[in-house]
């Protein structure tokens, strides 16, 4: 995704059975039909990226951020 572009949340995906870091992502509010856009990338491999919801930015790895599915074309 490309830094400023906004998107919508379409699902966290769970990579184990109970996935932890998903349930937690979700907990922080990477839910269903949230605005997200990215904010930043790391200088190395791009990684971490900073990630805004509403007015709370996250860093996350990009193992993590992997799991966060988006729909660009949904965002206004």
């Known amino acids: ?10 699902h966290v995906e769970d990579v184990l059975t109970a996935d932890p870091i998903a349930q937690r992502l979700r907990e922080l509010g ?8 990215v904010v ?5 491999g791009a ?10 930015r996250f860093a996350l790895r990009r193992a993590e951020a992997h799991r966060v599915h ?3 074309n949904l965002a206004s």
């Open 1 to 10: 995704m490309i830094p400023f572009t906004p998107a919508v949340i379409e």
């Open 30 to 37: 990477f839910v269903n039909g949230e605005a997200v856009s």
């Open 40 to 44: 930043a990338r790391g200088p190395v």
């Open 47 to 56: 990684d971490p990226l900073m990630i805004q919801i509403g007015f709370t």
């Open 70 to 72: 988006v729909n660009i």
